[in-house]
């Protein structure tokens, strides 16, 4: 089996550490750590070890044709639905657009390297929480719904490893890469 991985863009510490205070005074959910705060582009549940360079390699070409941009999150929503919600987020308000262009290359590299990405289809968004999946979360949407984030410029993407720890299946994430975009 190979290792666990998922291309992501990660908000800057300030923009994390302001969706954090935002969440924080709310109870009732465990909400994500400011640290694993991120936008998935591509997830790679089984990355052979022999083409890590390659899928480095093969990625970095990928987002280095890409000119850094705007982006800002912004707008809640929950999968699969808001009524027997598996997963809270946030979405992306500016750069949503940019973000799909880069999954879409950041994917097609990957596959190209021979780590196949998840087939689901690529929705711009910042996973908040995990709640019960017998409860509501219209309640939670119309809070989280008043979030904005300041704009900020994304100028690379980070491939993390992320290995699942015991029972409560919560995930060590590693950055193994930083990949500029626009070089």
Same mark, same amino acid.
Not at 90 to 115: H, I, K, N, P
Not at 139 to 155: I, K
């Given at each position: 089996?190979?290792?666990? %991985?998922f291309?992501?863009?990660?908000?800057?510490?300030?923009?994390?550490?302001?969706?954090?205070?935002?969440?924080?005074?709310?109870?009732?959910?465990?909400?994500? $750590?400011?640290?694993? %705060?991120?936008?998935?582009?591509?997830?790679l549940?089984?990355?052979?070890?022999?083409?890590?360079?390659?899928?480095?390699?093969?990625?970095?070409?990928?987002?280095?044709a890409v000119?850094?941009?705007?982006?800002?999150?912004?707008?809640?929503?929950?999968?699969?639905?808001p009524?027997? $919600?598996?997963?809270?987020?946030?979405?992306?308000?500016?750069?949503?657009?940019?973000?799909?262009?880069?999954?879409?290359?950041?994917?097609?590299?990957?596959?190209?390297?021979?780590?196949? $990405?998840?087939?689901k289809r690529?929705?711009?968004?910042?996973?908040?929480?995990?709640? $019960?999946?017998?409860?509501?979360a219209?309640?939670?949407l119309?809070?989280?719904?008043?979030?904005?984030?300041?704009?900020?410029?994304?100028?690379?993407?980070?491939?993390?490893?992320?290995?699942?720890?015991?029972?409560?299946?919560?995930?060590?994430?590693?950055?193994?890469?930083?990949?500029?975009?626009?070089?």
């Amino acid at each position: 089996m190979g290792r666990r %991985m998922f291309a992501a863009v990660v908000p800057p510490e300030d923009v994390r550490e302001d969706l954090a205070a935002f969440l924080e005074p709310r109870e009732g959910l465990s909400w994500t $750590p400011p640290d694993r %705060m991120h936008v998935t582009l591509a997830f790679l549940a089984d990355v052979p070890e022999r083409i890590l360079e390659p899928l480095e390699e093969r990625l970095a070409r990928a987002v280095g044709a890409v000119e850094p941009f705007a982006c800002s999150l912004a707008g809640a929503g929950a999968f699969p639905h808001p009524d027997r $919600p598996a997963v809270l987020w946030l979405g992306v308000q500016q750069g949503a657009d940019a973000l799909e262009r880069l999954a879409r290359r950041v994917r097609d590299a990957a596959s190209t390297a021979g780590a196949a $990405p998840d087939g689901k289809r690529f929705t711009a968004h910042l996973t908040l929480a995990r709640p $019960p999946r017998q409860r509501s979360a219209v309640r939670w949407l119309h809070v989280l719904d008043t979030y904005r984030s300041r704009t900020w410029e994304v100028d690379e993407v980070e491939l993390i490893d992320s290995q699942l720890l015991g029972h409560g299946r919560r995930a060590l994430h590693e950055t193994v890469a930083r990949l500029p975009l626009g070089a």
